[in-house]
Structure formats: structure tokens, C-alpha cells
């Protein structure tokens, strides 16, 4: 799970950023925020505020922590795969999961960060997060998977509605879907039919996976000035109280309909 480094918390594939700038991406929920001053321009103009600057480090840095940490689970998670070609599926994920840390590590060198450095403020917590959440089996392992990293996409797709161009691009592309979404319904899906006592465990996991990336994400950036000013409106067009309870009401949303495609109750 790429997990959401936000304050006080944190899908479906986003559709790519249009080209031009005035159409930031969908939300969870299929809203569109409209476009910020940020939002219409590109990196080079919007880094020129310092404040700016150090809030997408940040975010790179969680971002990149994040896909790092998901390619490993993802090698690990293959281990409890009860067959070849689902070791082979988790292989290939976990792969696409690299390619997504590489393109933020480059993005950060690309602009003068360290990218061991931007990441190294989010190891703990991410790492607390995965020991915490270590799934017992196969299909807890699927779940983890599907609803942690897809209610972290959903949060990044939203704070991506309010960064400059050039770095709402390279968020919304390392969201993509790497294939274990499809995967994760039809396993979890599969496995319930075969056994329905399995939806209770498995529902009851999916519960705290949730709690869990609330409650760590709460006290990352809690942390990290730079990010949390970026959030609430002191850098960019962040959100006001009102736009935060409407932005979770949307990601609760979007995750209470993950769970019923896996045949869960939320």
C-alpha cells in the first residue's frame, strides 16, 4: 500500500490528466474540483514559491516511500500464492510497482531533492503500518492490497486536483492500477462462494485495514509543516473545513463500493 501520508487520514483507475491545465482529475467520488491558481501552472512556476516547494517533496517522498515499500509486500505476499500463475500475476504488480517508485525517484533528482532523503521522514510510519497489518494468509494478503493502497489512491487523487501541471501528471500516473484490483475481486470473489464464512473474516480485516491508514496517516504528516500547510489552504488552494468533510465523505463512498465488488459488507 503506497498509504496516505495526510493529516487527520487518507478506486478506481483515474482517468489521465487532460492537457490542459484547467482540468485537474477526478475525485474519488467523480467530482472535479475546480482548477487553482497552482493547478494552472507547471512546476517551473509554481516551485518558485519555497513553501510550495517543500510540500511536493514531500509528497514525492511519501509517494515514493510508498510504491518501494508496495513492490516489496507484493514479493513477499507472492510466497503465500497458492498457485504459479498467481505467483506470477503478484510478480508482475510488483514490478510495475518499481517502475512507479523509479519515475518518482527521478522526478524528485529531477528537481534538486534527495530522494533517500524526501522518503526517510515516512519509512516509520509506513513500515509501523505494514507490521501492524501483516495479513495471515492469501486472500487477507489480496484485501490488504486492493482496499489499502486504493483508499491511499483515492486521497492522492484529490490533493493531485490542487498541484501544479507537471506534477499532477506524474502523481495520477504512478495511481495507475498495476492489475490487483481485477485480481484481488475475482480471488476474494472466488473464495467466498466456495466458502461464505470467509466474507466475515475478511470484512472484518477490511474494517481495520481502514482504521489503521487513518490513524497512521494522521500522525505522518501531523509531522511535516510542509505538507500539512499545503492541505489546509497555506500553500496552493488547500482545503477548507468543508471541502475536508466533502473529500472523505467521497473516499468512504468510493470505499464502501470496493467492498460490495468484493462481495463485503463495509
Request: proline share 5%; glycine share 6%.
Amino acid at each position: 500500500m503506497r498509504f496516505m501520508e495526510t493529516p487527520d487520514t487518507p478506486a478506481e483507475s483515474a482517468p489521465e490528466p487532460a492537457a490542459a491545465p484547467a482540468a485537474p482529475a477526478e475525485s474519488a467520488a467523480g467530482s472535479s474540483p475546480a482548477p487553482t491558481s497552482i493547478a494552472a501552472q507547471d512546476w517551473a512556476k509554481a516551485a518558485a514559491a519555497p513553501e510550495y516547494r517543500a510540500a511536493v517533496v514531500d509528497l514525492l517522498g511519501a509517494l515514493a516511500y510508498g510504491e518501494l515499500a508496495a513492490f516489496e509486500r507484493l514479493a513477499e505476499d507472492a510466497k503465500l500464492a497458492p498457485t504459479l500463475g498467481d505467483k506470477a500475476e503478484l510478480a508482475k504488480m510488483a514490478s510495475a510497482e518499481f517502475h512507479h517508485f523509479e519515475q518518482l525517484r527521478d522526478r524528485l533528482s529531477a528537481i534538486g531533492a534527495e530522494p533517500t532523503a524526501a522518503m526517510e521522514p515516512f519509512v516509520a510510519a509506513l513500515d509501523g503500518f505494514h507490521r501492524q497489518t501483516a495479513p495471515s494468509d492469501w486472500l487477507e494478503g489480496l484485501v490488504k492490497a486492493y482496499v489499502g493502497d486504493s483508499i491511499a489512491s483515492d486521497f492522492y487523487r484529490e490533493v493531485a486536483a490542487r498541484l501544479d501541471g507537471d506534477t499532477r501528471a506524474l502523481v495520477l500516473a504512478v495511481l495507475d492500477d498495476t492489475g490487483h484490483a481485477s485480481f484481488a475481486v475475482e480471488k476474494v470473489r472466488a473464495a467466498i462462494d466456495a466458502d461464505p464464512r470467509v466474507g466475515g473474516r475478511l470484512a472484518l480485516w477490511a474494517r481495520r485495514l481502514m482504521g489503521e491508514a487513518l490513524s497512521q496517516s494522521q500522525r505522518v504528516v501531523a509531522d511535516r509543516d510542509a505538507l500539512s500547510t499545503m492541505l489546509v489552504g497555506g500553500v496552493a488552494d488547500g482545503f477548507d473545513l468543508a471541502e475536508v468533510g466533502r473529500m472523505f465523505s467521497r473516499i468512504t463512498e468510493a470505499h464502501t463500493k470496493r467492498m460490495a465488488a468484493l462481495g463485503l459488507a463495509a
